[in-house]
């Protein structure tokens, strides 16, 4: 029963990381491709050598974001609701459709916003070709590891609880948090690839819209996912006594 | 571990039962390594490393890419 009920907030995950993924790539397209359009014209403004098109930039700005941004919707969604099986009762008395929000806010910093502050996301013509071997390794790196320190965090702040209350055990959970960010930050190596004359408003739209296509993913899936939970787990009026069933509504 | 039961707080209306880590494990393993593979080949194949040859991959989730935050070219 209990591996059903996995299976089936599985699949309503992914299926929120889906709808989510929409709303996302409305944003990608009305707020973010003006500036990959500009940027790619400053890269072609600039170089002398004319790339051959392997894809159209019709196709790129379409079907190829939408791809893009659906499947990275699915496969988020889908791993948070696995977290969210785990988070589920064991993080504090919340409820699925706030253990949800809860969740996806966490993730939204810990998967995103995090990694961002110190390697933002960069438009076309930011970055040396050669340098993307390393700029990717840190890039995941930070990502990993601001995702096990918030996991981390989490345990701590947890145990803390029975002695320091809750209010104490998070405040000290969320700090320690910071401050090992902070050291990675400060140790980390620093990636400054902008050229010269590149628009400075340019690059501050594109990374407000990349911003903004990440807040819209995990806030839509949220949302979502804590809906489509809070009627899987409570289909009647809410109550979990013990003997607690979860009807296979799927 | 495998509680079904809501923890016994009495104060609270309403705290949801956890799931059995056994429960979750086997659907972590398959589905967790499924879905990184899938941001894998949204986010860095055909970039830093390449499982395929040529750039297809990599062209056609171009913008994607760049809009959500990986590393490009």
Not at chain 1, 87 to 92: C, F, Y
Not at chain 1, 135 to 156: C, E, K, N, P
Not at chain 1, 223 to 246: M, N
Not at chain 2, 36 to 45: K, R
Request: glycine residues 10%.
């Amino acid at each position: 029963m209990n591996s059903a009920t996995v299976r089936n907030l599985l699949v309503r995950g992914m299926l929120a990381g889906l709808g989510a993924g929409v709303l996302a790539l409305v944003v990608a397209y009305v707020l973010g491709e003006p500036s990959v359009n500009s940027a790619i014209g400053f890269e072609e403004a600039h170089s002398h050598e004319h790339e051959m098109e392997v894809v159209s930039r019709t196709l790129q700005s379409t079907a190829g974001l939408a791809t893009g941004v659906l499947v990275y919707g699915v496969a988020f969604g889908g791993i948070a609701a696995l977290a969210f099986c785990f988070a589920l009762g064991r993080v504090g008395r919340f409820g699925p459709r706030a253990t949800a929000l809860l969740l996806s806010g966490t993730a939204l910093l810990a998967v995103y916003v995090v990694p961002f502050l110190k390697y933002p996301a960069n438009p076309p013509s930011v970055g040396a070709p050669d340098t993307i071997g390393k700029r990717t390794t840190l890039y995941f790196l930070m990502m990993v590891l601001s995702v096990l320190l918030a996991v981390a965090a989490t345990q701590l702040g947890k145990r803390l609880a029975l002695g320091l209350g809750t209010w104490w055990a998070t405040v000290v959970a969320v700090a320690a948090f910071v401050v090992v960010i902070g050291l990675a930050y400060q140790f980390l190596p620093v990636v400054n690839e902008v050229p010269k004359d590149f628009p400075a408003a340019l690059l501050w739209r594109f990374r407000l819209s990349a911003l903004a296509v990440q807040a819209v993913l995990w806030g839509g899936f949220g949302l979502l996912f804590g809906e489509l939970a809070e009627r899987q787990l409570h289909p009647a009026p809410a109550r979990a006594s013990s003997g607690h069933t979860v009807p296979a509504s799927n | 571990m495998a509680q079904t039961v809501a923890q016994p707080t009495s104060t609270t209306p309403v705290v949801p039962a956890t799931l059995p880590l056994k429960a979750i494990a086997p659907w972590a393993v398959f589905f967790g390594v499924l879905m990184l593979v899938l941001l894998y080949f949204v986010g860095a194949e055909q970039g830093a490393t390449s499982v395929f040859s040529g750039t297809d991959v990599h062209e056609w989730v171009h913008d994607a890419r760049h809009l959500l935050g990986f590393p490009c070219h």
